[in-house]
């Protein structure tokens, strides 16, 4: 089943994300996981790649065993970065064979000293998902981020570019995490202004550890209300304290975007199924199967 054809329903969904393991020795932990997380039912379950492609093959067989096995959807994500055309090309084959629909098109971080692009690389997300409309018939989502790319100077330019890489075929877009939904309200007013109507997955983060935050403001450039930073300063030395924490604070920002009127909802649980039901336990009453 496609994930464009789960959105279109008016009552709240909440999928799921998780990691491939970064050696072979690790698969059986991850899928005791993710056998966890599918027993909450989330809408789908996402499947990232792995920097550099490096867990491109788990990624695959993961994915592929979520809808096999536990018969939930999976979105696979795809990152073009340090992978050739004909290495994307061998890759949606696969995907194709082990019947998933739903791809994530990323480009990737960088690596540091690399040279970006080489030749017969893609330069930018938007050459991959027109490839990968051409390969068959797959529901195509697309990274977008609320408070502007890293890399771009001004918030139009970024919406400019957004809006060139959903015309190249999205079905749908998931946000870089935030901590203020005013955040989002105020980005989907301005590219729904643009033209960009699809639909828009808010990608929600339980911070559960107060060392994630450095991490997390170096990658996306989040900025983090007065009011979650005093949560970290009060309780980041607290590892429980943290988590229950940092799960409050994200089924708040959940609450507020269903009563808003946003019905679908990703949440950057990753391989924690005890934050992904401790989450599903607080919306029990919210979100009904």
């Known amino acids: 089943m496609k994930i464009k054809d789960t959105l279109s329903k008016n009552t709240p969904h909440i999928s799921f ?55 939930v959807i999976s979105l696979a994500h795809l990152t073009c970065v340090s992978s050739t055309k004909e290495t994307i090309k061998g890759i949606l084959k696969t995907l194709k064979h082990e019947g998933i629909d739903n791809i994530l098109a990323l480009r990737g971080d960088i ?22 409309r051409k390969s068959g018939d797959f529901c195509i989502g697309a990274a977008c981020y609320p408070e502007g790319h890293v890399e771009m100077e001004h918030k139009k330019d970024d919406i400019d570019n957004l809006k060139h890489k959903v015309d190249c075929g999205v079905d749908f877009l998931t946000t870089q995490m935030f901590f203020d939904n005013n955040i989002l309200y105020n980005f989907l007013y301005r590219i729904r202004e643009k033209g960009i109507t699809i639909p828009v997955l808010p990608g929600i983060m339980p911070v559960t ?10 990658l996306s ?7 979650f930073l005093a949560i ?16 409050a604070y994200a089924t708040d920002q959940i609450i507020d975007l269903i009563a808003n009127g946003i019905n679908h909802i990703h ?14 336990e607080n919306l029990s009453y919210i979100i009904k199967e």
């Open 17 to 71: 994300e998780i990691f491939p393991p970064k050696t072979d020795a690790g698969i059986e932990d991850v899928m005791n996981a993710v056998d966890e997380i599918a027993k909450l039912h989330p809408s789908f379950i996402s499947v990232t790649y792995g920097a550099g492609g490096g867990t491109s093959k788990n990624t695959i067989n993961i994915a592929s065993k979520i809808q096999r096995e536990m018969n």
């Open 111 to 132: 690596p540091k000293d690399s040279n970006f692009p080489l030749p017969n690389h893609y330069h930018y997300a938007s050459e991959l998902i027109e490839d990968i």
């Open 232 to 247: 970290v300063d009060k309780f980041g030395d607290n590892p429980k304290a943290m988590q229950q924490a940092g799960i």
């Open 221 to 227: 450039g989040t900025v983090l209300p007065q009011r």
């Open 209 to 218: 550890n107060g060392k994630q935050m450095k991490r997390i403001c170096e």
């Open 267 to 280: 949440v950057y649980s990753m391989n924690k199924p005890e934050v992904a039901k401790a989450i599903m």
